[in-house]
Each structure stands twice: as C-alpha cells, then as structure tokens.
C-alpha cells in the first residue's frame, strides 16, 4: 500500500505536530469504489479513518491520506447530472454576482470546477472563467464545450501562471476542495496570489460542530480529509495574508457554511457572525478533546443497540437487508460493524445495481426488491433520508416487513 497510502505527521493547518486521537473510527474501503461482478472475488484495502485534533490551532482532521490521484483522476461523476445541483449553481451565481457587483469581464477562477456547470452561469454573465480540475475527462470536457479548465490540482504555482496570462481574479470559488486539499497552506498561498486586492475567494464545507451535533460521523471518509470549524480557519487565513470576513450556514451534507474571504485590508467589513461563532465553539469546548470524548460514547452506544438487535433477528432466521449505497454508508457499515449482518442492499440509484460494495462486496439491488425478495428487516443505512424511504415503501410494511433508523437512536418502524 505504500503508494497508496501516505501518512501525513503536521497540522494541514498550522503545521504543529502535537496531536490527539479524538475520534477512533474503524478502518474502511475507499467509499465509492464499488466493483462489478468480475472483480467481486478481489480484497479491496481497508485503510484508516481516524480523526486527529491539532492541539495547538484545534483543527480536526485525518492523518491516512489516499493517493488523491487515485481519488480524482478518474472522477465520474458530474454536477451537470444533477438537476437539483444545476440550479443550485444557478442561483449561486446570481447571489453572488450581485452581493459582490461584479464588473463584465472580471476574471473568476473556480477550483474543483468539476464539468463547469458553475462557471457557465458566470460566463453567460459575461465574465471571464477559467477551470481548474484534476478529473482528466472531466476537465478536457469542459475545455472542449467552452470552459477552460486546467487538468490538474491547484497550486501556487498554478496560481502564479494563471495570473501571468490573465491577470488577477475579482472572485474565486471552491466547493468541497477546502475540505479535500492535503497541502492546503499551498492552495491558501494561491488564493493570495490569484486574488485581486478587492477581489473575494467563497468556499463551502461541512461545518465540525454540525457534525457533532447532527449525529453525521459517517460523513468522515477518506476523501473528507479536513474537518473544518472557524476559529482555526480564520487564524489560517490570516497566516496567509487572507482575511475570512463573513460567513453563511447552510443544511447541506448534514450541515455546513458558506465562507467568504478577502485579501488582509481588502474593502469588505467583518461581519459579526465571525467572532459569534468563534466564541461558540470556545464555549462549546469544539477546540479541545473532552467534546469528542462524549461524542464517541453516544455513537458507541448507537451501534450497541443496532448490533444487538440484528443478532436478534439474525437467530430469528430471518433476513436482513441495508437501504442506501452512497459515500456515508461505507463508514457506517465498517464502523458499526454491519457488513457480514446484511444479505444485500438496496439503492434507488440505477447505476448501482449489479454492482457489489466497496470491500464486504454486498450486492445493490434496486427497491423493487422489498417486494420480490420480501427481506424481513431492512436497516435504513443511509438514516439521515429516512423519512422519504420509509414513506416512499409504506407497502413494504404493510406486507409485514421492518424498516430499523439506527441513528440518531435506534428506531424501528413495522
Ligand atoms: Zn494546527
């Protein structure tokens, strides 16, 4: 696994080697590398997922690092294929384009701009784009319907010929990236390059409060590898010559927010909501071990209850089946230990089926399933849609079947 795996031994961001485990969490395959029949009788690696607390600036963060060339170059999936992500990005582009009145032609730099979904509003705003994404495909794709995008990673130094041939950028935007990036010092240094003085950088993760908060651990996998609060990230910035001015918060992915930043002495006024939730987490105690103790305890004490109830019904003889396929599921299913208690799963997503899960290679079966096969119990694995499932199957439990929720507490519903 040598080229596989690398660990990384100083905070991504403040470089402080003094850490703390805070959050065992088991080991588990790349989430969304599922395999097709052929390659089902294969071992996949299970790699680690613990989450570290830097005990000098407090940001949470993952150690085991995946080859991100592993993880990105060959990337599938595309934004346009979502029609709710496609006018979500619509309506991104309009707020910020008019909250930040920008100019025709202004320069905006997007990075992970993924098929140029985004970029495209902007363009169609007259503005200049460019794209910068490591998905091979992806981005020759883009380049060719009229985006230009960059095949690679971002980095400083990409930063500062970008800024050679096109001047500087009055907006930058990255989604997920900031939460994906290992080097980030080295994308903050080219976001300080690439930004015009009264230009803005927006960005947007899962917020670590919400995390805890939420219930959402399973959103920890390998390619989430930071875990961001505001106070760490604030100091961060400013390291960088950057300044976080404002900030939004959102419910995506079980919680997360919008941050909006300037070059230090840039024109935009703090707003109060930085040092609000700054002094949140301080009172929180977000910044220091203890929280995450308590944390642990109640996730633990979830999948006590799942895990004695599935032995249960296991000796009952009957059968078991998991609803949900997607990225979190992965972490659950190694974390709590379910993998060798499920017959199968079910996933509303057509282009999973036939195909087997990452590592314990379960097959994903579509949910005409529940009334073919009739399996006895089905553990909602991807709990956080819970309620449409159940709603959506209301048959399925009439005929007798058991959905069981097992987080936020174990829920069965027959
Ligand atoms: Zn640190």
């Known amino acids: 696994m040598a080229n596989y795996v690398s660990r990384r031994k100083s905070c991504r961001l403040c470089d402080s080697e003094n850490f703390i485990l805070v959050m065992p969490i088991l080991p588990s395959p790349i989430a969304d590398a599922f395999v097709g029949a052929d390659k089902k009788d294969l071992p996949q690696p299970l790699i680690p997922l613990d989450l570290y607390q830097c005990q000098d600036c407090g940001h949470v963060q993952n150690l085991d690092i995946v080859n991100p060339d592993l993880l990105f170059r060959d990337y599938i999936f595309r934004t346009s294929s979502s029609a709710g992500l496609v006018e979500h990005f619509r309506k991104y582009a309009d707020d910020i384009a008019t909250g930040f009145n920008l100019a025709p ?58 800024l050679q041939d096109q001047g500087p950028a009055k907006l930058v935007v990255a989604n997920n990236v900031f939460a994906h990036a290992d080097q980030l010092a080295d994308v903050a240094k080219g976001i300080a390059t690439i930004l015009d003085q009264g230009g803005v950088f927006v960005f947007e993760v899962s917020y670590l409060l919400d995390i805890i908060d939420n219930f959402v651990f399973d959103t920890v996998y390998h390619e989430h590898l930071s875990y961001h609060s505001i106070d760490p990230l604030s100091r961060f910035f400013s390291k960088h010559g950057l300044h976080l ?20 002495g840039g024109p935009q006024k703090e707003k109060q909501i930085v040092r609000e939730m700054i002094a949140e987490e301080t009172k929180r105690g977000l910044h220091r071990p203890k929280i995450f103790q308590d944390y642990e305890q109640r996730i633990l004490a979830c999948k006590d209850a799942i895990l004695e109830f599935l032995d249960k019904v296991r000796k009952q003889g009957k059968s078991v089946a998991g609803y949900g396929a997607s990225t979190t599921v992965a972490t659950l299913m ?22 087997y899960s990452p590592g314990c290679h379960l097959e994903v079966k579509p949910s005409s399933i529940l009334y073919e096969e009739k399996p006895d119990v089905v553990v909602v694995l991807a709990w956080q849609y819970a309620s449409p499932i159940v ?9 007798g079947g058991q959905f069981v929720i097992p987080l936020p507490q174990l829920k069965v519903v027959q």
């Open 391 to 399: 709603g959506k199957h209301e048959r399925y439990i009439k005929n």
């Open 245 to 264: 001015f404002d900030i939004q918060k959102n419910l995506s992915k079980g919680g997360s927010f919008r941050g909006f930043v300037q070059k230090t």
């Open 105 to 162: 032609k202004s320069l905006v730099l997007e990075i992970g701009s993924n098929d140029g979904t985004l970029l495209r509003f902007f363009k169609e705003k007259d503005m200049r784009v460019q794209g910068v994404d490591p998905a091979l495909e992806i981005a020759r794709q883009a380049s060719e319907s009229g985006i230009p995008t960059v095949p690679d990673f971002f980095t400083a130094e990409l930063a500062a010929k970008i």
């Open 334 to 355: 190694y974390h709590y230990e379910l993998f060798d208690k499920l017959d199968y799963l079910i996933d509303d997503n057509s282009m999973k089926h036939g195909l």
